[in-house]
């Protein structure tokens, strides 16, 4: 069965670093989604990504945090100057196109921890 | 805004017990309802979902039926197992042209014991 897979699934880096989180989706979808959950809390929407760019970001979303699909299978997130607030689990998801019904498939995440 | 609102947990339950764990939701559009779990360490998967009124999801033995009159679609089951300790979040989408995102509740977390 076709899956989102993440990488790395844990990283550890010191405040102020650079983070790039990886993520291949389901090989025939078209809209892209990063999540993050800090510990014990919901999830919250970061950003949306359809036909190479940015549909939808949340207040959390800044000018830190920036996506890309560099060559058709990846969807990266970077964190260009990580905080310790950024410490979360972030999920990568994915879903079909506008038949669907809005089912969402999720990777089992990257947990970042900054120190 | 779209958003939705869980029971708060943590639910504690002997094994064999019924569950129900409330959701309500708002919504500016129509929206599709969805349970996500997510167990000890693993990411979040779909349990079921419901795409209109009156339509039921269900999945291992799990149950939760749109209410448009209640806004709602509570999740029930009728004997759970202690390998349903999770958490789940109630979600919503509603599509519109482009970045339809799922909106979720905070989870409740759910404890079965033997």
């Known amino acids: 069965e076709p899956e989102v897979t993440q990488t790395p699934s844990h990283q550890v880096t010191q405040m102020g670093q650079e983070v790039i989180l990886r993520c291949v989706p389901i090989?025939?979808?078209?809209?892209f989604y990063w999540y993050r959950q800090i510990l014990g809390q919901k999830v919250e929407f970061l950003v949306s990504?359809?036909?190479?760019?940015?549909?939808?970001k949340s207040e959390i979303f800044d000018d830190q945090f920036s996506v890309e699909r560099p060559d058709g299978s990846n969807f990266t997130l970077k964190i260009r100057s990580t905080k310790l607030e950024d410490s979360a689990m972030y999920f990568c998801a994915s879903r079909g196109g506008m038949a669907n019904t809005g089912e969402l498939f999720f990777g089992e995440g990257s947990r970042l921890t900054v120190l | 805004g779209d958003s939705v609102t869980q029971m708060e947990g943590p639910v504690t339950l002997s094994e064999e017990a019924f569950l129900t764990i409330n959701c309500t939701y708002t919504?500016?559009?129509?929206?599709?309802l969805f349970w996500y779990v997510q167990y000890p360490g693993e990411g979040l998967q779909l349990l079921l979902k419901?795409?209109?009124?009156?339509d039921k999801g269900s999945n291992k033995g799990f149950e939760a039926t749109y209410r448009k009159e209640t806004t709602s679609f509570h999740l029930e089951k009728g004997s759970v197992q202690v390998s349903d300790s999770a958490v789940y979040f109630c979600?919503?989408?509603?599509?519109?042209?482009?970045?339809?995102?799922?909106?979720f509740g905070t989870g409740t977390q759910l404890k079965v014991e033997l």
């Open positions: 419901a795409t209109k009124a009156d």
């Open positions: 979600a919503l989408s509603v599509l519109t042209g482009g970045g339809n995102k799922l909106t």
């Open positions: 919504a500016t559009g129509y929206p599709s």
């Open positions: 090989s025939n979808h078209l809209y």
């Open positions: 990504f359809y036909n190479n760019e940015i549909s939808e």
